[in-house]
T-cell receptor, first 118, second 113 residues
Framework: DAGVIQSPRHEVTEMGQEVTLRCKPI?????LFWYRQTMMRGLELLIY????????DSGMPEDRFSAKMPNASFSTLKIQPSEPRDSAVYFC????????????????FGPGTRLTVL | EDQVTQSPEALRLQEGESSSLNCSYT??????LFWYRQDPGKGPEFLFT???AGEEKEKERLKATLTKKESFLHITAPKPEDSATYLC??????????????FGKGTHLIIQP
């Protein structure tokens, strides 16, 4: 299995531009999560999906952030317009099934996208 | 609000020098406590999940334990390749369905040859 795939791996953009990050979860996983990692705040959950439906987006910082999951094998996180404070590493993770079911609730992380907004 | 505090922030050990990393948590209804390892420039790599107080899990030189308030990651006779940032996370809630993880800020571990 190729694991969780994210693209691009690095993105440098200017303030005000639209940024789209992409994620392909592990095949067969029903849950997909988007996290953001910064030195100051560590890893923070932004949003997660179950069977392509957004379940909890309370971690999305502002209306400038949006996420979609049009099918079971693809998700996007979009920032429009981007700001310098959005600079961070964005991770996508997926898990097979229900929490508390041993062996099925492990979240597997992708390699991340390092975003720099100038 | 769920909180996870890891200590120390950084730890430098000599090869073979055993030690423990601490993860203290407050959560409304612990569903699971997770340990991850993160190498520079990479995503977190899953190590262990613990579900109830008293549970222990081992993998090579690592052993994770859990009480009602904290978890420890014990490292026995570490090697330089064990150098990484170790992250602790909790998953909360009593309802069905997966929730996201609340992470601590990690312990940066360096093992010197």
């Amino acid at each position: 299995d190729a694991g969780v795939i994210q693209s691009p791996r690095h993105e440098v953009t200017e303030m005000g531009q639209e940024v789209t990050l992409r994620c392909k979860p592990i095949s067969g996983h029903d849950y997909l999560f988007w996290y953001r990692q910064t030195m100051m705040r560590g890893l923070e959950l932004l949003i997660y999906f179950n069977n392509n439906v957004p379940i909890d987006d309370s971690g999305m910082p502002e209306d400038r952030f949006s996420a979609k999951m049009p099918n079971a094998s693809f998700s996007t996180l979009k920032i429009q317009p981007s700001e310098p404070r959005d600079s961070a590493v964005y991770f996508c993770a997926s898990s097979p099934g229900l929490a508390g079911a041993p062996g099925t609730d492990t979240q597997y992380f992708g390699p991340g996208t390092r975003l720099t907004v100038l | 609000e769920d909180q996870v505090t890891q200590s120390p922030e950084a730890l430098r050990l000599q090869e073979g020098e055993s030690s423990s990393l601490n993860c203290s948590y407050t959560v409304s209804g612990l569903r699971g406590l997770f340990w991850y390892r993160q190498d520079p420039g990479k995503g977190p790599e899953f190590l262990f999940t613990l579900y109830s107080a008293g549970e222990e899990k081992e993998k090579e030189r690592l052993k994770a334990t859990l009480t009602k308030k904290e978890s420890f990651l014990h490292i026995t006779a570490p090697k330089p390749e064990d150098s990484a940032t170790y992250l602790c996370a909790v998953q909360a809630g009593a309802g069905g369905g997966a929730d996201g993880l609340t992470f601590g800020k990690g312990t940066h571990l360096i093992i010197q040859p």
